[in-house]
């Protein structure tokens, strides 16, 4: 079998035509329960015998702790260390660290190295808790003198004095067992004794001041009763609308930038191609990771974040492999983990009978509650949605102690071999488990949110880097709009949700799904909507026929008597019906020129460097010339477009953009702000004024009107503040406070001020 056939999808690919020849995808579909589904598929054997192989075979690929490994790691970070490479030894430490067993001394050593490299960086906290690690993992007595002396070291630096005397004084108790030479004892104590005259200076100069408080933020944590995590102004309602369902309203006004959900996630996974980079519980970037006890994936960013995934992790260790093939059927797993096997075995009464609900003090039943759609699944969907359930129900119950506490497992999970037989097994009970991860993986489908982190590079470019995926059962309440009124900001794994208005009491809070009225068209919308969320959109973007045609109208013509977009030779404005034109011939001659501008300045740039290659420099007088000539032909172009198409129309706009860059070429500032701000409208029109397009556009504008003011050129102060603090603010709302950006304009709005 290739390693393509291995990959689960075209497993199931394969089994859903081999057993369409039986109709048991058709009989699944129709078998009504979650729970009835998993039992009609393990009732076949040729599916039991896939998962069983697929199972076994993800368990041959080892991720299991190696002492030699770790050891030679070890021995080339001495290396790196030796040469003053410390990022290199650090590297190397850290993934001696990770292959470490749990048990022997590799553990302690590669925890007391890599504190040292984190002593060279300066990074006292961090070596501080390499030490702490290396001591409780054992480490060598007749070393523990050097890492004790390095501790205090360390303490001192960070202001711990009364802590540093104690462990300098345990570091000299650590001497006599380490059995030294006398020269050696004597040169150890009196390192001992400067460090003890130091802490005697330090301690005498002591004031007695209470340390500053963290002045960074923290997320709000808010208590609603009617929604938790939501804000108090926020209020959760019924339509009794099967399509609309359960909707979210505000009780008073909310401002713009206010913050109306601050939602931990009731579960949460980590994607693999993070792991490498962030901590596997609460998806903080870390720089010195924490292994897993008993394998080597995940990583954690410190010993709280190991302790406390432990409880689920404990299930997984070793075999994330097959979590990972499974996709999204990871999370639906997690979420079953989190809930925990005692709490689903109390409810297991109540899901069977139909009458587990929605409650505020109950947070699973929050999940449990959400929407799933399995009715509008396709037969095929819903046949490998219900084999991948199963597979995963099977795996809980054989490879791990989660259903069945007394399963015997062997001491590492990557020595597991055969599933072993199933006749001890409680069907029904891997059937009710294999029922709840199937509803998840179908909520799933419409419910999960992407964790995301701001990136910034160098060069100031953003990106939203996707880490993680998660629910959050109480945002998920919001309905979708084409036209949303919120955005998505992330703390960690805690989702932040801030208004983009005002919104008036009384007015729903709309999320957007993915598409939206001023990025999508509309079939675009609806297809996609349909296809994943299995709903029309009935929004103010997809009813009113004008606004359907949002879009349409960056690429209208101008009407003759009130200005407005023409769009199917109808004024959007005045409704005026316009005769065809053929204006469209006019608009092919002015962009011809365009392009035959653009490709003139790219012939003369390389005709401008060879000269200068050949001459030692020069040709400035020309490039002067050739801008002049261009805007000249740019400025006919752009009158000529603006007698013939809208205000907002894409091809105006590029010829607007053009025009500003030359004039600031020239050092024309004042043309160059005119055309900018045209562009700035468009922008606006085009993805909204509190959008990142328009924060960049206004940046563009305050750097020009800064320029201005820099020469000597009247610039109104006034004007220019507001242009700043406006594209702050939509910075501040779409990448934190912690942004470049935010930071550069706030620099700028207080040296004007």
Request: with cysteine; net charge positive; aromatic share 6%.
């Amino acid at each position: 079998m290739s390693v393509e056939e291995e990959l689960w999808p075209n497993v199931l690919d394969g089994l859903t035509q081999k057993l369409k020849k039986i109709n048991l995808p058709h009989q699944v579909a129709n078998v009504k329960t979650f729970e009835g589904k998993i039992a009609k598929v393990l009732e076949n054997l040729t599916v039991r015998q896939k998962i069983a192989t697929f199972i076994s075979k993800c368990a041959e690929v080892h991720h299991m702790k190696n002492g030699s490994t770790a050891s030679r790691l070890r021995d080339k970070g001495n290396e790196k260390f030796k040469l003053k490479d410390n990022e290199g030894a650090l590297k190397l430490y850290t993934e001696s660290i990770i292959c470490a067993p749990e048990f022997g001394p590799e553990l302690s050593l590669a925890f007391g190295n890599r504190s040292a490299t984190h002593f060279q960086f300066g990074d006292w906290s961090a070596a501080l808790c390499d030490i702490n690690m290396a001591l409780k993992n054992r480490y060598p007595r007749n070393l523990e003198y050097k890492i004790l002396q390095r501790k205090a070291q360390c303490l001192i630096r960070l202001g711990s004095f009364t802590q540093a005397l104690e462990v300098l004084d345990s570091c000299e108790k650590a001497i006599s067992a380490a059995k030294l030479k006398e020269d050696k004892v004597q040169s150890v104590n009196r390192d001992l004794g400067a460090l003890r005259q130091e802490l005697a200076t330090l301690l005498a100069k002591q004031q007695k001041t209470s340390k500053p408080e963290n002045s960074s933020e923290k997320p709000p944590e808010y208590e609603n009763d009617r929604l938790p995590h939501a804000n108090p102004n926020l209020n959760l309602k019924d339509s009794k609308d099967r399509v609309r369902g359960r909707y979210v309203v505000t009780e008073q006004d909310v401002a713009e930038g206010e913050i109306l959900f601050s939602e931990p996630p009731y579960s949460a996974v980590l994607l693999p191609e993070q792991y490498s980079t962030h901590c596997h519980h609460c998806y903080a970037k870390y720089s010195a990771p924490m292994p897993c006890r008993k394998c080597t994936q995940p990583r954690y960013c410190s010993v709280e974040c190991v302790e406390a995934a432990s409880s689920v992790h404990q299930h997984e260790c070793g075999q994330l492999d097959l979590l990972h093939s499974v996709g999204i059927g990871h999370l639906a797993v997690r979420t079953v983990l989190v809930t925990g096997m005692e709490r689903l075995k109390e409810l297991r009464p109540r899901i069977k009978a139909g009458n587990y609900e929605y409650s505020i003090d109950d947070a699973y039943s929050r999940v449990y509650s959400l929407m799933h759609h399995a009715d509008k699944m396709k037969e095929d969907e819903t046949f490998q949605y219900t084999v991948t359930a199963a597979l995963l129900a099977m795996y809980l119950a054989k490879r791990t102690k989660f259903i069945f506490p007394n399963n015997k497992l062997p001491p590492s999970p990557a020595s597991y071999n055969s599933p072993g037989s199933d006749s001890d097994m409680d069907e029904e009970l891997v059937s009710y488990v294999g029922g709840l991860i199937l509803r998840h993986l179908c909520q799933l489908v419409g419910n999960a949110h992407a964790i995301t982190e701001v990136k910034e590079s160098d060069n100031g470019a953003v990106q939203q880097v996707r880490l993680a995926t998660a629910i959050y059962p109480s945002a998920s309440m919001m309905n979708h709009c084409c036209v949303p009124n919120i955005i998505n900001q992330f703390a960690g794994n805690r989702l932040l949700v801030r208004a983009t208005r005002t919104i008036k009491a009384g007015q729903e809070v709309f999320n957007c799904y993915g598409p939206h009225y001023r990025r999508h068209t509309y079939a675009e919308r609806q297809e996609m909507l349909l296809l994943q969320y299995k709903f029309r959109c009935q929004c103010v973007a997809c009813s009113d026929p004008k606004e359907r045609n949002f879009l349409k109208q960056f690429e209208a013509r101008l009407c003759d008597v009130c200005n407005g977009p023409v769009i199917e030779n109808q004024c959007q404005d005045c409704d005026r019906v316009v005769k065809n034109t053929n204006y469209e011939d006019e608009i092919d001659v002015v962009v011809s020129r365009i392009l035959q501008l653009n490709l003139n300045n790219s012939r003369h740039s390389n005709n401008n460097n060879n000269t200068s290659s050949r001459n030692g420099g020069g040709g400035g007088g020309n490039n002067s010339l050739q801008l002049k000539l261009e805007l000249e032909v740019l400025e006919s172009c752009e009158k000529k477009l603006a007698n013939l198409l809208f205000k907002h129309n894409y091809h105006l706009a590029k010829v607007r953009d053009m025009l500003a860059k030359n004039y600031t070429s020239v050092g024309d500032l004042d043309k160059a702000a005119t055309y900018i701000k045209k562009s700035l409208e468009t922008t606006e029109a085009r993805y909204g004024p509190g959008s990142i397009e328009a924060g960049h556009e206004l940046l563009k504008y305050s750097d020009l009107l800064l320029a201005q003011k820099s020469i000597g050129l009247s610039v109104d102060s006034k004007h220019l503040l507001q242009v700043l603090g406006q594209a702050r603010n939509i910075f501040l709302l779409n990448y934190g406070e912690s942004s470049r950006y935010c930071t550069e304009l706030q620099t700028k709005i207080l040296s004007m001020s």
